[in-house]
Each structure stands twice: as C-alpha cells, then as structure tokens.
C-alpha cells in the first residue's frame, strides 16, 4: 500500500484532490492524486473512483492506476495545504486510507494537458478508446461529463489520452442509476468521428458482456475499504447486483445518446 510522505500542490475540482508523493512498498517513489475521505462531495466518490478505474482497466480502457493510500496523521499535521475548503472554513484532511490515482510520471518532468485545441486533439493516438470509455460510462451512469487529460510521448511524439475521474459514476454518492441520453459523453464530439455502427463500440461491449462477471465485480469490491461505504455492506452488495444486471442495456443506451438533439456521433448514419 503506498504511504504518502511529502504533499506536492493542491489540484482542481470539485473533490479538492491534492497531489501527494508516496513510498511504494518497494520502497520507489510514485506520485498519486489523492481523495480524501472528508471531501465536499461525498465519501461514496472514493468508492466509484476505485470500483469504475478498476472495471475501465478491465476493458481495456487507459485509465490511471488506483490505489488505495495511507495518509498518516503527521503529514496532515504538518502540512498547511492539506485541508478541505469548506463554507464556513478550513477543516484539514482526515487521515487514514485514501483514494488515490497514480500520476503518469514525476509531475517536474511530466506535462500533463486537460485541454487540447481542435488540430492538436486530431493528433491523439487512442482517440477512439472515447467509443470505449463511453461504454463504461453509459453502463455506470456516469452523471459528470466525460474527464480526461492528455499526455505527449517524447520527443515530440504524438498525443495519448487517460481516462480520469470516475467519481460521479453511480450518481456520485446517490448509488443509483438516472439514465439520460447526454450523461457520460465528452463535451467536444470531435472524438467520437470514428463511430459508425453500433460495431464501433468493440471489442469492449464484448468485454463488457462476457469478462464482467460477478467474481469481478466481487473480487473488485473486496479491495475496497469498508469505512469508505461507512461500512454499509448491503448497499454496495445491491450498487454490484444493479451493476450485473445492466450489462444488456448498454447498447440501449447508446442508441438514445446517438438519437439525442446533441448528435454526438456525427458519421453513425
């Protein structure tokens, strides 16, 4: 389990995420974005966060390392940054286990862009894994819009895009499923090109039908610590049953967003 050791910088969002250095158990370095359990959303976010990252690795999908981190005591003591910017204050980070999200590099040396310009986002070399991840975002309910940022390969290579920020999958801490055609799509529809049929959501429709099983969905959630569902075991056992069951609706649900006013698949006939 990572130990976090030293706080980088505080990030965007919503979840007041801060960047943090950890000491792997093999005693490397790595760095991770950390949710805490405290933060303004709902501690339920650190659930979807590990639950939805570990099923988009297993589709295949490029999404960061999860992880659950350690933040002792002392270093929240001992660091002025790590506190939750309330409405009616500070209160500082609760310790203990975390969410956290491995950082693609040493964040001195690595660029990270959350935004590309439209001649730039042409160039990325995974653009069609947007059809994937839009697959788990339609089966989890992804109520945000779709997150993710965008690496250079060096030197001067093209753009690869991760997936991020799964937090509001299951309806953020509500753990229910309110369909709606526009949830789950990434706002500039530039990356949705490649989609012509219902075929362009392979192989991970595939996947999804015959790789999520329910020792998956089990295996999964055993790597989550209870206190991050206050320990409310039934609720995340009926969040998994619903999850199971909705498989077969994904292309389903794909349709009514291909129906949308939006249009989001602009060469889908």
Not at 1 to 27: D, F, N, T, W
Not at 98 to 124: C, H, I, K, M, N
Not at 157 to 184: H, S
Request: charged fraction near 25%; charge should be negative; proline fraction near 8%.
């Amino acid at each position: 389990m990572p130990l976090a050791v030293e706080h980088i910088r505080r990030m965007r969002g919503g979840a007041q995420a801060h960047l943090v250095r950890c000491r792997e158990e093999s005693h490397e370095d790595a760095y991770y974005i950390v949710k805490f359990r405290n933060n303004p959303q709902h501690m339920r976010i650190l659930v979807n966060e590990l639950l939805a990252t570990r099923l988009a690795r297993r589709l295949g999908l490029p999404a960061p390392l999860p992880a659950v981190v350690e933040v002792g005591p002392e270093l929240i003591k001992g660091t002025e940054d790590l506190v939750m910017q309330l409405g009616r204050g500070r209160v500082p980070c609760e310790p203990g286990l975390q969410f956290g999200s491995r950082y693609p590099g040493d964040p001195v040396e690595t660029v990270v862009f959350d935004f590309l310009p439209e001649e730039q986002l042409a160039q990325v070399e995974n653009l069609a894994d947007f059809a994937g991840v839009l697959v788990l975002d339609k089966w989890t309910c992804n109520t945000n819009g779709r997150q993710a940022i965008f690496l250079r390969q060096p030197p001067r290579g093209r753009y690869q895009a991760l997936m991020i920020d799964q937090g509001f999958c299951f309806n953020a801490g509500e753990w229910n499923f309110p369909d709606a055609p526009l949830r789950g799509l990434y706002a500039r529809h530039h990356v949705y090109e490649s989609v012509r049929s219902m075929e362009s959501f392979e192989p991970w429709l595939d996947r999804l039908e015959h790789s999520m099983t329910e020792s998956v969905l089990d295996e999964i959630a055993s790597e989550i610590p209870p206190e991050w569902y206050n320990f409310e075991t039934d609720a995340l056992y009926q969040l998994l049953e619903q999850l199971y069951r909705r498989r077969k609706r994904v292309p389903e649900l794909l349709l009514d967003a291909k129906k949308s006013y939006r249009q989001p698949f602009p060469n889908w006939t």
